[in-house]
């Protein structure tokens, strides 16, 4: 990928959700010091104490609070989330099978519904990121890149749909 965007690679932030928790394309990002967000799925060890990833991000401060637009669907309505925003420096190991693997120190963000309306799911999100995260206001561009995620996947959406049937010009 580096060969066909030279120079460019290195502003490009690529944007993921859970399905890419994955050690082995977090340290392929690390390594080539590729820009990333990645949503967590697994309930990963952080730190050299083996804490654990939900209880350890939710037992640091709130560095500060934002706002997410929760789009309508299904069944839920459209609202306005207001999430505490809390971030760590924290350490994934590699999984037993990469034993010769190297610890990677990431920064994790965590996103969660202050006082979500009566049979809501509130929101909840935890990011992994290799930016630098330097203040509080640093890592509600994280969030933002994430939030933002959704409008691509509506555009590949719409663009896959019959409306378009991009699908059918694949050579």
Known sequence: MTARYGNAMNSIISVCDRESDIFDYIAYKDKHQQRFVVRAKHERIVTGDGDKLTPYINQQSSAVSYQVKIQQKGGRK???????????????????????????????????????????????????TNEPINCPTDTLQIVRYYELRWRVEEFHKAWESAGTQVESFRL
């Open 78 to 128: 459209a609202r306005i989330a207001n999430v505490a925003v809390r971030f760590a420096l924290v350490k994934i190991s590699p999984p037993k099978t990469h034993a010769k693997r190297d610890d990677i120190y990431l920064t994790l963000i965590s996103c969660n519904e202050i006082s979500p309306p009566d049979g809501a799911s509130p929101l909840c999100w935890k990011l992994y």
